[in-house]
């Protein structure tokens, strides 16, 4: 079966650069979550998208934006990067605004 | 604290033997799920009981779930070496307006000893 596809894997930069992570959600799920995973700690929730609509915001930091295109992908854009953003960042998708949340391999972010 | 606190937050059993992790939380909940994390990888998903359960079986796991003391268990009976991971509990945010993320507890991190 089809899983959430996220890219890339793995990312370098430098601090004060901009990243851009992408999510693929599993087909017909219409729902986007992203979430934060520091080294050793819990998934923080970042942000929603709910058929291309922001639905619910967390603890999602001013310099990152996100978006959920037409075909139901969705960007995570993360500018002047700082060391504490070096994390595991993972995107989950359900069908429906309400469904299980099925979640990606996840993209490991190093910032240097 | 934060919504979903577990304990232990680190558990080395003996392959063969019965794990139990506790996981407390303090809003109203309308479900409460388990996931578990292989170090580095992705979520996956458990089991979900939803607050008019006290009790759900899934295979070699049981979920107990106490509404009145908002607390929640997570047993793996007979463990084997591929049980070990990482293990949260999950409760929904309800923002109201729908796609709501899911607060995370700190974990446990098991380890089963062949």
């Known amino acids: 079966a089809a899983g959430v596809i996220q890219s890339p894997r793995h990312l370098i930069k430098e601090k004060r650069e901009t990243a851009t992570l992408k999510c693929y959600p599993i087909?017909?799920?219409?729902?986007v979550y992203w979430y934060q995973q520091g080294p050793g700690q819990d998934p923080q929730f970042l942000i929603s998208?709910?058929?291309?609509?922001?639905?619910d915001k967390g603890s999602i930091p001013d310099r990152f934006s996100a978006q959920q295109f037409s075909d139901y992908h969705s960007e995570l854009n993360m500018s002047s990067l700082e060391l504490g953003d070096s994390a595991l960042y993972f995107c989950?998708?359900?069908?429906?605004?309400?469904?299980?949340?099925?979640f990606g391999p996840g993209t490991r972010l190093t910032v240097t | 604290s934060q919504q979903g606190e577990e304990d232990p937050q680190a558990l080395s059993i003996q392959e063969g033997e019965n794990a139990t992790m506790n996981c407390s939380y303090k809003?109203?909940?309308?479900?409460l799920q388990w996931y578990r994390q292989n170090s580095g990888r992705g979520l996956v998903h458990l089991i979900l009981?939803?607050?008019?359960?006290r009790e759900k079986h899934s295979g070699r796991l049981r979920v107990t779930l106490d509404t009145s003391k908002k607390s929640s268990s997570l047993l793996i009976t007979a463990s084997r070496a591929a049980d070990t991971a990482s293990y949260f509990c999950?409760?929904?945010?309800?923002?109201?307006?729908?796609?709501?993320?899911?607060?995370f507890g700190k974990g446990t991190h098991l380890i089963i000893q062949p």
């Open positions: 998208f709910y058929e291309k609509m922001q639905s």
């Open positions: 999950a409760t929904v945010r309800y923002s109201g307006g729908g796609a709501d993320g899911l607060t």
């Open positions: 009981i939803r607050s008019n359960e």
């Open positions: 087909p017909r799920h219409d729902t």
């Open positions: 989950a998708s359900s069908p429906g605004s309400a469904g299980e949340q099925y």
């Open positions: 809003t109203s909940i309308n479900n």
